[in-house]
Every structure is written in C-alpha cells, then in structure tokens.
C-alpha cells in the first residue's frame, strides 16, 4: 500500500481515491474512502469545537465548520495527544478573510486555548499558610522573594473585552452590556477542578509574566509599573493568595531553600 | 509542588487480567457520577491519549476511581500499523501512564493512524500482505518489550479492502498473535461492521480468528449508510446502542471463548449515565450466567 498516496488524500478532498482498494461487491470504493476522509476531518473538527466553544458561538456552527475544516486540512494535528491541538488556530481565525470583519474573535480563541493548558497544566500544591506568614514577619526581605506561580496560571492582555465576551458566554453577563472594543486583560488559572477567568489591570500582566520569568517580587514590580497607570501589588497578590495561586516552596534569592 | 504519581494505592494488587465481568468507558462528563455512585462494574476504560497531560481534572477523578476499579488502558494514536517506525517519544509518554495507573490491560488496533508526521484521528485500514504482517509483528513486539507487558491487539471496523491483500483478516490476526505472543482484543461491533461491509461470513469470520488469545471483549453501537450499489456500508460510530444482531454475535463469540472481560464502548451522543451502566449489565448478566458459580463474587 502507498500509505503516502492514501495519507494526502485524506487531507486534500479534490485528491482522487488513493489506487490499490477494492470493495468486494464493485461499489465505488471512491464513496467507500470518503468514509475515512470524513471521519478524520468531523472528528478533529469536533474536537476543536470542544475546545473552542465561545469561539463557535460567536460564528454560529455552520461557520465554525467552515472554519475548523480549513484550519484541520492546512494544520492537521502532529501529535496523537490531541489536548494540545488547536495551539495556531487562534492566528489561523485571525488570518482568515472571511472572519476579518470581527476582529476580536482571534483573542476570543486565545483565551479559550489557554483555558485548556489551564485545565490540564500540572498539579501543584500551595504555598502553605506558615511560609507565607513567615515571609510577611521579613518586610524588609519582601523585595528579594522568589514566588512560585501555580502552573496552570496564564495572563492575557488584548484590545477588545475578551473577558466580557467570555463572560457573556457563559451566562455570567448580558451580551448586550459588553463593548467588544474595550481594552482587557484577563487572568487564567485553575482553582480546584475548574478552570477560572478573571479580569485584571493591564499593570497585573506585566507583574505576573516577571513572576513567571523567574523575576523577585522587587523586580516584578518595577516591570508592572507604568507612568500612566498606578500598580497595587498587595491587591494583586491579594487575588493569587485567595486563589490559592502562589505555590510552595518560596525561596529567598541567593538563600538555600 | 510535586506531580509525582502516587506511590501506591492500599489493598490494589496489580491483576494480570481484567475480571470477567462488564465495563463501561470512562468519560469526564460521568467522572461525578462515578464517584458518587461507584456503579457495580468489574473495570473501566480510558483511551490513553485523553490521559498524556501533565495534571488537572482528569488524573484527579482517574485516581480516585481507579482505587475502586479495575482499569483498562486502551491506545487510539500508536499507529502500530503505520509504514514508518513507532513513535518513542509516544511510547514513552504510554510507558508512564501505566507506571502510574497500573492497569490490568492495555490495548491498541491493527490499523495506522500517523504518517508523514500527521496524526490523522482515525484507524486506517492494512492490506493484508506478507510486507504489513513482518511489520506490524515488529511494532507489537517492539511495544511489549518497550512496556513490558503483553498488549491486545484489536480487529479494526473497515471500509474499504486492498487489491494486495494476500491473507484474510482473520488469518492475518492469528498470525500475529502466533508470531508475537499478544492477545486478542475482540470487538464484536467492528467483526460484525467489516464482515457487512465485505460480505463476509461472519461466523466463519468468528470462528478464524485467534480466540484463544481473547483478553477483552469490545461492544459498541453503529450507523447504517448504503454503498453505491444500495448494500448496508455500517459505519463504527460508538454513537449508538449496540445492535440487536451484535448482541447475538456476542453469545455466539461467548460460547467459544468462555466469560471475557467486556467494554461497552459509547463515545458519541452520550446517553444518561444510568443508561449506559444498563445496556453494560446486559453484558454483565450474559457473562455471570457463563461464570462457574463457585467463581461468583
């Protein structure tokens, strides 16, 4: 068998059936073969509807179809484990002509993949209640602290109200009240099982990637302060501390944990 | 902290073989329910893939369900069939997964699923020639020596055949079992599926296949399409209640295998979970009447 032949026919639908098949009672074995070819293309598309769901609601399914079948056809997936499939499809949305004219779809679709990293990120257990007393004893060491960030956190800033429209999605908020073209940033992390979004200042972004890219608390919060908007770290820390966010063990910089 | 896995469930050996009894695929939307009602079934299924995540909700319910059950780990992306070499780094990422969850089997298609570095999503049919039959004895003997254990091997639904085929299906399978010492992982739903599609003998089919390597039994519901001659082209959709014709095709693989293990497999169109854990049952009541009585739990 040319596994090849067979392979480039399943992904391109203008391909003839792939030579060397037979069906035992002379049928089309062309009707036969479009059995696969439609399988492997509904199947990927409902897994991206799965992961996508704001996304196919904002398009309506039928353009969702049109959509993902492109997206699957062009970057079908390179792994079996298909938790992770649908990475590019936020930029393939943003690139596609048709859906041009709503522009804050991409980020819509964002939000929703690094919901999915959220929800199967790797488990971490919290900072204990005692570490975090004994750091707060050592205000002046404060500056110097390592924090370590759950692992399912992600931070998001876009131009349009990604949050609200999330939001609205999920019956949290009318639809109508939200103004897609308002800036907002959201925070994604999981909290127990599920997967949470919150909207946080645009200075909370750029504090939480430092903290992500190894930065201490002192330099993290230099990075999120801007002239134009006033950063409050304690409210900020406030919300991963509640959120059970900040895992354990913290470490002093240059200390021996 | 820590993403260790645990380091040992109290009072959990590690069975060599499924009960024979029913079990039902495990899937997140019945995890709660599961949970909350520990439903008398003798195992559950996962398909490996869902599973090759580093945490979160899924490794959270499969933990504490498998301290109650029995668990069976069933692959839907090694591609064993596949013209290229196997994946390492999935066999790797397979290797861990039953390190962790130390299931009492593990099962994979005679199909291919990759190539070219493309995962396609589906089980694609082999012709069934001297050339695939060296190949796939590699892959299976390549994958239980890398997992050290024996792995079952299951009958695929098809479409379509190949002009090249040089063997049955059926003798294809007992050749690979004869070669590489795996099991059999029998899908009634599948055998009934390609014996339609083929016009196939499917008791003939049945009685060819290498039933003495049953390790487990699959059961599962299907759609019917017509070919373009108006014959019944039946489509392996897991979207449907088992048939009336693949529950009498159960009895009759029944009585020549004795009791097995049996999954009753749904994965489209989910019913209610009491649902699912009654057609389960009918299995279940079909493998106890089978059962030696002193054997009965």
Redesign the interface.
Known sequence: MNAGAFAAALLDRTAPCPPGLRSWNGSAVAQRFAVYRNNFAVSLVEALADSFPVLRELVGAAFFRTLADAYVRRVPPRSPALAWYGADFPDFVAAFPAASGVPYLADVARLEYVRILAFHAADAAPLPAAALAAALRKPEQLPALRLQLHPSIAVLASPFAVVSLWAAHQGLTAIAAVDPFRPECALVARCGDSVEVTAIPSAAVRFIAALQAGAVLGEAVAQAASPSASFDPAACLGLLIGRQLLAGPAGQQGGSP | ???AAPSGHPGRGAPVSLPAAAGLGLKPEHFREVLATRPALGFFEIHA??Y?????????HLERIRADYALSVHG????IG??GPL?EA?LD?LAALLDRYEPAAFSEHLA???????????L????YDAA?LARVCGHVEHVQERLGRRMLLENPAT??????AEMSEAEFLAEVVRRTGCGLLLDVNNAYVACT????DVHAYLCALPLAAVGEIHLAGFACEA???G?P?L?DSHGAPVADAVWSLYDEALALTGPVATLLERDRDLPPFPLLLEEAQRAGVRLAARLPMTAVA
């Open positions: 902290m820590s993403d893939e869902n090759m995540v580093p945490g979160g909700p899924f490794h959270h839907v992306g090694l591609s596949g013209a994946d999935h990422r291919w699923s990759s190539h070219g570095g493309v995962f396609f999503n589906d694609l049919p082999l012709p695939t479409y379509v055949e190949f002009a090249a599609n083929h016009g196939r070919d373009s001659l014959a082209l489509i």
